[in-house]
């Protein structure tokens, strides 16, 4: 029951942002690092030659906050992504090969932790085998990519709020600032795993640098 309401809220939010197919894998929320590495590989491998994108997005290496799942969604992904690209590399349906031109963590600064920490009484953690892990801010000399979707900001917030069996874990919305507002939703930042058209220190504003 949980999961299909997960599932309906999930389909409701990404209504709200236009995004025009979602496709779940057969997985428990809060088993993911426990899955069969192989095969969800290979799942996601079939998705990423089917699609083609030319980026794609994924949790940095923490896991944003040492989550479990978020961690092997993102092992999994990095991983899915070099069989993608490999002649030799059979998915379950059979894809030709594709290589995907630039992957991205999305990464959060210690400005918008320390905002978000604020509202919530003190920062994202959980327990982990008798271990606190706490939100992983990177530094800001290592953001590599900031977007502008301020134009945005309120579209994100009512998709949001469409996860309504998560919103009590989440400070009250109605009283962040407008300026806090922004910073949550309509400024991403990103940190640059790798690019077949571009790289330096320069900060992008656009994932599709070097590829329009």
């Excluded at 940095?60 to 992904?77: K, L, M, N, R």
């Excluded at 630039?102 to 978000?116: E, N, R, S």
């Amino acid at each position: 029951m949980e999961a299909r309401l997960r599932e309906a809220e999930l389909r409701e939010a990404a209504q709200v942002l236009g995004v025009h197919e979602v496709t779940l894998l057969d997985y428990l929320d809060g088993d993911l690092d426990r899955a069969d590495p192989v095969e969800a590989i290979e799942q996601i491998a079939y998705h990423v030659r089917r699609i083609q994108p030319q980026v794609v997005v994924t949790f940095d290496c923490f896991g944003a906050y040492g989550h479990p799942d978020h961690i092997a969604v993102s092992q999994f992904t990095h991983a899915a992504l070099v069989c993608a690209a490999d002649r030799s590399y059979r998915d379950p349906g059979d894809q030709p090969p594709y290589r995907v031109a630039k992957l991205y963590w999305q990464v959060d600064t210690q400005d918008l932790a320390d905002q978000f920490s604020a509202l919530m009484g003190g920062p994202l953690s959980m327990s982990i085998d008798g271990e606190t892990r706490e939100w992983t801010p990177f530094p800001e000399w290592s953001i590599t990519t900031r977007l502008d979707a301020t134009t945005y900001s309120q579209t994100v917030r009512r998709a949001v709020q469409c996860h309504r069996s998560q919103l009590p874990t989440l400070p009250d919305m109605d009283q962040f600032s407008a300026e806090q507002h922004q910073l949550f939703w309509g400024q991403p930042t990103l940190y640059r795993v790798y690019s077949l058209v571009d790289a330096g220190r320069g900060v992008e504003h656009d994932l599709f640098a070097g590829l329009r």
